[in-house]
């Protein structure tokens, strides 16, 4: 192998982060942010808020959530032009202007992510049926050893958040992420959430709207906010609590079909019907129950007491049982939405010791996990995309890594910037497709 000189140029100026050009046509052509966030500057040393929120999106789209990797951008002036920054902040700076906006913000940039959205005419995938699936899920971000305000004890039996998400469509938009302490149930403020979320749905889709949720948010106020919500379909798992397990299996293998899978495994599955009075208005609840009781387990050993497993699920869909059991399966999925946000975004620890300011900090995050979802959806989904094996979507690591770290070189020519990429870059069409394409639309 040859050895190889090592030299930096004096006057060429390369960047190793292209993407972030997609990035900055999204939050200033298609996004209302710098038209709600103050632009003007007080002063000769004063820093607009709008820029402050665009190089903070700007590191989150290169999945960096720390302040200090603002350091590293402040002589970029392809950090600054591709997001359209008059001046970037010192890492001082950027924890401070964060800290005093706090929470005023967050319906600001939440409104302006859906905007964005909107005006992208991002693709809203629903299944067959024609409903669009919203899925509304807490997850934990483990914040241990840490004194950070609202780290708290969490279902999954560490110290942290537990920030509540919901995503529209096959494509897991993010409408809304909303900070939680560790140790809040699920259920509290869920139905002012969800209304929220919902109207915000209906304001990207026309279609209707499948609201899932889990066993955390069986409650009576939860059922009568879904019912209540026009074109708004729904299916909750329902919290058996201290059912009577034994009741309710010999309740459902005498009413309802049952199915012998396998030797010594019965399931069955009954539709009970439930009407409860809230207010005056009397509301008829659908609620499917399935009871699994196995006397031989999968490998063929007889067991001493049978095993009863009782299930539930609310909703008010006509679909047959089994068919509404497997659609909330596949509420699962989000899941895989939330490991985006802590990986790879980097937002498992978030970064501030105010719970207000990381509370802005998940709104940005949702803001930036829906660019990265969209250039994900345009550029690496369509056929001119890099070579990868066939998906309905890509994940946000992925677009980070082959669309958004991608090495160029700013030239200035005749007034104008060029950015020149290497001759085998493969993801060259991709780019250059997604880039034609927002800045020619709108």
């Known amino acids: 192998m040859k050895r190889m000189l090592l030299e930096q140029s004096s006057e060429e100026f390369y960047t190793s982060h292209s993407g972030l050009a997609l990035a900055g046509a999204c939050i200033n052509r298609y996004s209302d942010l710098g038209r709600y966030v103050g632009r003007a500057a007080k002063g000769s040393d004063h820093i607009t808020e709008i820029d402050i929120l665009r190089s903070y999106l700007g590191l989150l789209c290169l999945g960096k959530s720390d302040y200090q990797a603002i350091a590293a951008m402040r002589e970029d002036d392809y950090f600054k032009q591709a997001l359209g920054i008059g001046r970037v902040p010192s890492v001082e700076r950027l924890r401070q202007r964060l800290d005093e906006a706090g929470t005023e913000l967050i319906p600001v940039v939440n409104r302006s992510s859906r905007t964005m959205l909107k005006r992208l005419k991002a693709p809203i995938t629903g299944y067959r049926s024609g409903l669009v699936p919203l899925d509304v899920d807490v997850f934990s971000q483990d914040n241990s050893n840490t004194k950070k305000e609202g780290v708290s004890r969490t279902y ?11 995503y529209l469509g096959m494509e897991g938009w993010c409408l809304e992420g909303e900070l939680r302490p560790g140790s809040q149930h699920s259920q509290k403020g869920f139905v002012n959430f969800i209304k929220r979320v919902i109207s915000g749905a209906k304001d990207l889709t026309k279609q209707p709207l499948r609201v899932r949720a889990d066993a955390g948010n069986d409650a009576l106020e939860t059922l009568v906010a879904l019912e209540d919500a026009e074109q708004t379909h729904y299916i909750v798992k329902w919290n058996p609590r201290e059912s009577d397990v034994i009741a309710w299996r ?28 809230v207010e005056e208005i009397t509301y008829t609840f659908k609620r499917i129950v399935r009871v699994t009781e196995r ?30 059991i497997e659609l909330y399966r596949q509420h ?38 829906n660019i990265l979802r969209f250039i994900g959806q345009t550029g690496q989904i369509a056929p001119f995309g890099p070579v990868r094996h066939s998906a309905k979507r890509r994940r946000l690591r992925t677009v980070i890594q082959e669309l958004m770290y991608l090495a160029g070189r700013l030239l200035t020519t005749s007034r104008r910037l060029k950015l020149r990429f290497s001759r085998h870059c493969p993801a060259f069409a991709a780019f250059s497709a997604v880039y034609s394409g927002l800045m020619t639309a709108n």
């Open 156 to 166: 999954k039996n560490y110290d942290g958040y537990a920030p509540m998400a919901a």
């Open 250 to 277: 010999d309740r459902v293998f005498a009413e309802g079909p049952v199915k012998t899978p396998r030797e010594g495994k019965r399931v069955g599955a009954l539709i009970v019907e439930e009407r409860k009075k």
């Open 295 to 324: 006397t031989i387990d999968k490998k063929g050993q007889f067991l001493l007491a049978p095993e009863i497993t009782l299930e539930g699920w609310w909703t008010d869909l006509t679909t047959a049982a089994e068919d509404v």
């Open 332 to 369: 699962a999925t989000s899941e895989q939405f939330h490991s985006e946000f802590k990986t790879d975004l980097d937002l498992e620890r978030l970064p501030n010791g105010k719970f207000a300011t990381n509370a802005l900090v998940m709104a940005l995050g949702a803001f930036a996990y």
